[in-house]
Antibody, heavy 120, light 111 residues
Framework: QVQLQESGPGLVEPSQTLSLTCSVS??????????WSWIRQPAGKGQEWIGR???????NYNPSLKSRVTISLDTSTNQFSLKLSSVTAADTAVYYC????????????WGQGTLVTVSS | QSALTQPASVSGSPGQSITISCTGT?????????VSWYQQHPDKAPKLMIY???NRPSGVSDRFSGSKSGDTASLTISGLQPEDEADYFC???????????FGGGTKLTVL
């Protein structure tokens, strides 16, 4: 059974960089045909796709966030990470990591989510 | 607002059936069969319920079914049970620069 778990600071100051890590257990992030993805949900709103990284290391980002987002893969620790720079209060949300099946595009495993608040 | 449109809430009594709609465009739902549905209980991770419009992952009850007509996908839950009370949201592939879009979510209340 694959499990994903987000970790990182719950509070980030405006203009700083939000950094989160997703730890994957029960399977290797370097095998299979999967996109390792980040998704967020502001309070009272729907999910917003942030971006993804393929097992080969290629990335895709939401155009609305592309200039501020970096997603990377660390096969040695079986983790992948999100960095979002120059954050504002609008970036306050629950952040989820998830595995997307490349062939059929469904998100078959999700983390529990972690609330990140942007505030001074 | 979200790229895909869902009703904010639906409700039903135990044993009844309900349907949740998810409306997009020809660039997403109408053009591809990559629609998936997720169930989310409060403070829990989302759970995949339906993928590729109408396929159920192993372990998901056959009370859950999916369909699509034109630009609208639907999730039907038959024989409602109290534990079905949760938020449900849809997702689809979209052609273009944002390959993943989501619905705003629907809160299901089992009366």
């Amino acid at each position: 059974q694959v499990q994903l778990q987000e970790s990182g600071p719950g509070l980030v100051e405006p203009s700083q960089t939000l950094s989160l890590t997703c730890s994957v257990s029960g399977g290797s992030i370097s095998s299979g045909s999967y996109y390792w993805s980040w998704i967020r949900q502001p309070a009272g709103k729907g999910q917003e796709w942030i971006g993804r990284i393929y097992t080969s290391g290629s990335t895709n980002y939401n155009p609305s966030l592309k200039s501020r987002v970096t997603i990377s893969l660390d096969t040695s620790t079986n983790q992948f990470s999100l960095k979002l720079s120059s954050v504002t209060a609008a970036d306050t949300a629950v952040y989820y990591c998830a595995r997307q099946v490349a062939a059929y595009l469904q998100f078959d495993y999700w983390g529990q989510g972690t609330l990140v608040t942007v505030s001074s | 607002q979200s790229a895909l449109t869902q009703p904010a809430s639906v409700s039903g009594s135990p044993g009844q059936s309900i349907t949740i709609s998810c409306t997009g465009t020809s660039s997403d739902i109408g053009g591809y069969n990559y629609v998936s549905w997720y169930q989310q209980h409060p403070d829990k991770a989302p759970k995949l319920m339906i993928y590729d419009v109408s396929n159920r992952p192993s372990g998901v009850s056959d009370r859950f079914s999916g369909s699509k007509s034109g630009d609208t996908a639907s999730l039907t839950i038959s024989g409602l049970q109290p534990e079905d009370e949760a938020d449900y949201f849809c997702s689809s592939y979209r052609t273009g620069s944002t390959p993943v879009v989501f619905g705003g979510g629907t809160k299901l209340t089992v009366l």
